[in-house]
């Protein structure tokens, strides 16, 4: 008898277990009431989840649309946007209320514009807008709808779409900061000033916005002033790391001690890359313009 043989006798017998129990389910934040029967599904049919939640197998009233767009905005939480364009679709979908069907189609145009589909975000936030084009989310969906057309090349498009949304609503901070970036970038730096001045006075002051205003008082030959806000937009920037450092610092040192949930950046206006326009949608209630600050303002 060889060694190898001998070694082969010798091999570890292993226990025979009854394996894992059915606990271990696959990770999904869908509601149950979608849930798809696996014996109705084609594994080669790609629309197979268009086909199983359709009206005619899944009545309208087993859905709870405004669930259905909570777990859409938790998916973006985490960001799974694939998922969340699954999600917002079917919001549409089963929505009856129409201002809740609007919201889901703005979602949607976000969540592509994550992936960088910009045709379809393009497509998903004229559908929010045909629905009602002066409504509290019509003014998100305008100018998310230049940002994506920005991306997308349409260039002289997305001004006209940025300005449509200051005339929806006035008090729409981040559609001054976007119409401020796109007569910067057409180098019409003095209606630039004005706009991203306003986008200040309603609230929206940040590094991304300083910055961008350093820029146009250059353009405009005020370098002084242009230094002072670059500096301004440093130092926030740095307060801002520090921050996260000490979160994280506490997050992890909570977690030891006591087991806490983990810790995550706060959500914000997107979308908003680079040097890009900021979109001004906010994925937690996208374009409500009552819950803006009340405070006496001034335009000019």
Known sequence: ????????EG??????G???DNAYEEFDLDPPELAVDPGKVDPIDSRVVTDTLDDQNIATDDVDAAELLDVGLNYMQINRYEQATDAFERTAQFAEDERLEQ????????AHAELEEYDAAIGAHREAIN??????????????????LWEFGETS??????????????????????????????????????????????GLRNTKVLEEKAEILEELGEYDEAEEIAEEANEMRERAEQRVMEERTDGQSQGRGQ??????PQSQSQPQRGQDPQGGFDISDPGRASDRDEEDWRLE
């Open 1 to 8: 008898m060889t060694d190898r043989e001998g070694d082969r």
């Open 11 to 16: 091999d570890h017998r292993f226990s025979d």
């Open 18 to 20: 009854e394996g894992l």
């Open 103 to 110: 919201e889901a189609w703005v979602n949607k145009g976000v």
């Open 131 to 148: 629905i009602d084009d002066s409504s509290e989310h019509a003014a998100t969906a305008e100018t998310n709808l230049a940002y994506a």
């Open 157 to 202: 498009q997305a001004l006209d779409h940025a300005e449509r949304a200051i005339e929806i609503d006035e008090r729409f901070a981040e559609g001054w900061f976007n119409r401020a970036f796109f007569l910067s970038e057409r180098g019409l730096a003095e209606e630039a000033l004005h706009c991203i001045d306003n986008a200040i006075r309603l």
């Open 259 to 264: 087991g806490g949930s983990l810790g995550g």
